[in-house]
Nanobody, 119 residues
């Protein structure tokens, strides 16, 4: 079984930066897509950014030019550098990995890390 643990959340002032990371523990054959999602109070969980095993990225329009997703397959880790943070970025951020166990791909979620942008 694979578990994901996120790091790097916290309180930051508007215009500040944070770097989130999410590491997978346990044994798996491979990890395909990795991504970050977020959920603000009263809202549904929404995609922030994803990265394929080939390195192709996709991100929400609201974070383009500010957030950068990357991955390290040797470390089974996905990162997200968040710059020029805004109050509307406040949310719980969850990482997601498509993990291949045997012949089945399992969508796997972390428990989330809180990001609060406030002065």
């Amino acid at each position: 079984q694979v578990q994901l643990v996120e790091f790097g959340g916290g309180l930051v002032q508007p215009g500040g930066s944070l770097r989130l990371s999410c590491a997978a523990s346990g044994t798996c054959k491979s990890i395909y897509d990795m991504g970050w999602y977020r959920q603000a109070p009263g809202n549904e969980r929404a995609l922030v950014a994803t990265i394929t095993s080939g390195g192709r990225t996709n991100s929400a329009e609201s974070v383009k030019g500010r957030f950068t997703i990357s991955r390290d397959d040797d470390q089974k880790t996905v990162y997200m550098q968040m710059n020029n943070l805004k109050a509307e970025d406040t949310a719980v951020y969850y990482c997601n990995m498509e993990v291949l166990l045997g012949v089945i791909v399992h969508p796997t979620w972390g428990r989330g890390t809180q990001v609060t942008v406030s002065s």
